[in-house]
């Protein structure tokens, strides 16, 4: 029997009504910052002048034009307000995608959720979104945590799931909580903002939805960014963002967008497709470069987009 195609149905977000703008930072926090992100970006055009391709030149114009922005082109950002959870966030979204998607939250049989800073150790935010929607006590729910890819690892695996007939519906949650950490006294405190959305997955006619994904992996980066307590275990004492690997953090800057029209590539042929077909591009805004950059580098110019890193983080 013809595996049934899978796609999405609605899709909603949620941002906190907090913002908080770039003079929250003090003038003398703003200046040494001014004076790193001149430091960081002679590491960075350095490193890109050595690499010959498209990504690494059309990176290294964009980091050039940053290079004495401490904010790297974010102007304000969202802010989860204090008695709120991320799970209470995702909740919200999670009722919207349903309602959009027009179908009854009795019908989903999954939950798949990720978070940037957990609300709870061991306790998906999946179990807690199905909790407080009345989700089916049947529902199977699980926390995704694969960093930037987790919305792409939530949407194959419920693919897979709705063609195997385990499941009719699937619900897809993720959130960021990222003014949760406390200050590490870098930019990148001001490079993140607070945001929940959620996606409703099911059945689609033949001809639409889900036509091919790519993922890879590269496990020798892992040390890039990290969530925890530098020089000790996560639980020793309070977390923060940093980078161990200085090394991999640079190599990770320095072939994104090679990376992403590579992907890009891979995705099309499985689809028959070409570039020219793409009408939409959607891209992880985790700088305001990235996005533009990736799309010019894999040649889809021509698609609309929706760039909202200078407004959310």
Not at 186 to 209: C, K, T
Not at 275 to 301: E, I, M, N
């Amino acid at each position: 029997m013809k595996q049934p195609s899978v796609g999405i149905l609605g899709v909603a977000a949620y941002l906190p009504p907090n913002v908080r703008k770039n003079d929250y930072w003090s003038d003398a926090t703003v200046k040494t910052w001014r004076e790193k992100a001149g430091r960081r970006a002679e590491k960075l055009i350095a490193a890109l002048e050595a690499e010959n391709t498209d990504g690494a030149r059309r990176t290294l114009d964009a980091l050039a034009a940053l290079a004495t922005d401490p904010f790297q082109g974010s102007i304000e950002r969202r802010v989860i307000p204090d008695d709120m959870t991320a799970s209470e966030m995702e909740v919200i979204a999670a009722r919207e995608a349903i309602e959009r998607a027009g179908i009854q939250k009795e019908e989903i049989g999954l939950v798949l959720s990720h978070q940037i800073c957990i609300d709870y150790i061991n306790v998906p935010s999946a179990a807690v979104v199905a909790g407080k929607l009345g989700l089916p006590s049947s529902t199977m729910v699980m926390g995704t945590d694969a960093a930037c890819n987790s919305f792409m690892l939530q949407l194959s695996l419920a693919q897979a799931m709705i063609q195997s007939g385990a499941v009719k519906y699937a619900l897809l949650t993720q959130s960021s909580t990222l003014t949760r950490f406390p200050d590490s006294g870098e930019m990148i405190d001001a490079w993140g903002g607070d945001a929940a959305s959620a996606v409703i997955v099911g059945a689609v006619s033949e001809g639409r939805g889900i036509l091919s994904s790519a993922h890879h992996q590269n496990g020798n980066l892992w040390g890039a960014l990290l969530c925890g307590v530098p020089g000790k275990r996560w639980q020793d004492d309070r977390c923060v963002i940093y980078s161990i690997d200085r090394e991999a953090n640079l190599d990770m800057v320095v072939r994104m967008a090679d990376c992403a029209n590579a992907f890009v590539g891979e995705a099309l042929a499985k689809a028959n497709l070409e570039r020219s077909d793409v009408a939409f591009y959607a891209a992880h805004q985790g700088f305001k470069w990235l996005l533009p950059v990736s799309q010019a580098t894999a040649g889809l110019q021509h698609a609309r987009t929706v760039e909202h890193f200078h407004y959310t983080g």
